[in-house]
């Protein structure tokens, strides 16, 4: 069994921040459960070009406002708390953080190894190895 509490992960190696993010992975890839688990703050007004190519991650929102354009289609979608989104398709979008921060709570498959950040295309790279 694991235990992680987001209190034990703020300002550890587990903690890693972004232009318009900060992410705490509560699971990773050595944890064996083969997708990780995250905590994503997305501050107010932040906006985001993503496009995960070589991941999938369903993101639940638990507190706070935005966005999600979807690139393919054009629409954008309000997300506030309780709103679940899931990127099945590799799909390209725009997150933006509307008027509050957002807490998003993220899971991702293929699991991450922990310092991954945005490429150009806003994309993780595929892991290779644990971190």
């Not at 900060?22 to 501050?43: Q, Y």
Request: proline share 4%; with cysteine.
């Amino acid at each position: 069994m694991k235990l992680a509490r987001v209190q034990g992960i703020i300002c550890t190696e587990r903690e890693v921040n972004g232009p318009g993010w900060t992410s705490r992975r509560m699971l990773l890839k050595k944890d064996g459960m083969g997708f990780s688990m995250h905590e994503t703050i997305i501050p107010a007004g932040a906006e985001l070009n993503l496009w995960y190519k070589h991941h999938l991650e369903a993101v639940y929102c638990v507190s706070g406002n935005g966005s999600i354009l979807d690139k393919a289609t054009g629409e954008t979608h309000e997300i506030s708390d309780g709103t679940l989104y899931a990127l099945g398709k590799h799909d390209q979008h725009t997150l933006r953080g509307g008027t509050e921060d957002m807490r998003l709570i993220c899971s991702v498959n293929p699991p991450v190894t922990g310092r991954e950040v945005h490429d150009e295309d806003g994309a993780y790279l595929p892991g290779t190895r644990d971190a």
